[in-house]
């Protein structure tokens, strides 16, 4: 698992305290990385299928932390399937996969957010702890 990919999940990890929050599935291209993040941070199921997050009517909510060329397709595909959409940048890599995603955004009931793995981190407790540079959210 890349090592900003590892305080994003880290980041989702402490976030369990929110009431009504829950780590239901957690998707990554290989299995076994999905199986290690289910069990590290107590996601109910894993996987490397994204269907299993997007056809699951118990998920209201994704963050998509994957590669670039990857986050437009899996935006629109989220939305399309009524979820809430946190996304890190870059939100697309060429012109028309931002037509594509804000035509996406237009028609669906639910939001999106884009922000860096930066912020990302500096949400998270645990990586704020082990690197002096990012201060601990509140």
């Known amino acids: 698992m890349h090592a900003g990919r590892l305080c994003a ?3 989702v990890a402490d976030r369990q305290s929110i009431a009504g929050v829950h780590l ?3 998707v990554t291209t290989r299995g076994a990385t999905a199986e290690h993040a289910r069990h590290s941070f107590g996601f109910v199921q894993a996987g ?3 269907r299993l997050v997007l056809e699951d009517p118990a998920i209201d909510a994704v963050i998509i932390a994957t590669p670039h060329g990857t986050h437009a397709n899996l935006v629109v595909a989220a939305l399309a399937a009524g979820k809430a959409v946190f996304v890190e ?3 697309a890599v ?3 996969e931002l037509t594509e995603i804000a ?3 237009n028609a669906a009931k639910r939001f999106f957010t884009v922000a860096s793995i930066g ?3 500096l949400m998270s407790k645990r990586c704020a702890r082990a690197s002096p540079a990012y201060p601990v959210a509140s």
Do not use: E, G, I
């Open 24 to 26: 239901r599935t957690v």
């Open 48 to 50: 490397s299928d994204p």
């Open 103 to 105: 035509a996406a955004r």
């Open 9 to 11: 999940f880290r980041s």
């Open 119 to 121: 912020v990302l981190r």
């Open 94 to 96: 060429t012109r028309p």
């Open 89 to 91: 940048k870059p939100l």
